[in-house]
T-cell receptor, first 115, second 116 residues
């Protein structure tokens, strides 16, 4: 499967635990984007990363959320001390260096449930 | 401000009916891109179409067609002879350049239910 790979597909965490969501971009894509979809809502931009560099994190909550895209390995979205309001679907997308305006390729998402 | 409005929250049609999903956008940019994505019950997001702001030609792909009208800032999506497999949430999105990167704004989606 040469698409964007996200894991896990489903993640259950208790309040106060940490959640780690992984995203491997499509082969040849060096740009990664994270979006959050709250129940019955559209997707909201969170962060845009290139390898070892955060380009735009204007959509990230100021606390508890962080993202990285290391030189080797997948991009990680980390949520510390999760709360019930963090329950959502988190989608990762990747694009070519030429830009996202050619269209994203989305992963299948990680559905986080905080109990 | 950039904005995408999908006023139809949910639409139900009977199989074989035609259905149009509306999308209205707001932007001050002259260069921008419009997209439609499909989210079936399984949850993944499927890219359907991309259109740039300089190309107002309508497009047809099988039973799908798109009507882009800059005069009304609309990018509507029509499914002809709908099928049960078309049941999904459909998102319209606007992409524009901001601070050297391209950002996406998604509408809130229209849930389409096609009944057998």
């Amino acid at each position: 499967n040469a698409g964007v790979m996200q894991n896990p597909r489903h993640l259950v965490r208790r309040r106060g635990q940490e959640a780690r969501l992984r995203c491997s971009p499509m082969k040849g894509h060096s740009h990664v984007y994270w979006y959050r979809q709250l129940p019955e809502e559209g997707l909201k931009f969170m962060v845009y990363l290139q390898k070892e560099n955060i380009i735009d994190e204007s959509g990230m909550p100021k606390e508890r959320f962080s993202a990285e895209f290391p030189k080797e390995g997948p991009s990680i979205l980390r949520i510390q001390q999760v709360v019930r309001g963090d329950s959502a679907a988190y989608f990762c997308a990747s694009s070519l260096p030429q830009g996202a305006h050619y269209g994203y390729t989305f992963g299948s998402g990680t559905r986080l449930t905080v109990v | 401000a950039q904005k995408v409005t999908q006023a139809q929250t949910e639409i139900s049609v009977v199989e074989k009916e035609d259905v149009t999903l509306d999308c209205v956008y707001e932007t001050r940019d002259t260069t921008y891109y419009l997209f439609w994505y499909k989210q079936p019950p399984s949850g993944e997001l499927v890219f359907l179409i991309r259109r740039n702001s300089f190309d107002e030609q309508n497009e047809i792909s099988g039973r799908y067609s798109w009507n882009f009208q800059k005069s009304t800032s609309s990018f509507n999506f029509t499914i002809t002879a709908s099928q049960v497999v078309d049941s999904a949430v459909y998102f319209c999105a606007l992409s524009f350049e901001a601070s050297g990167t391209y950002k996406y704004i998604f509408g809130t989606g229209t849930r389409l239910k096609v009944l057998a």
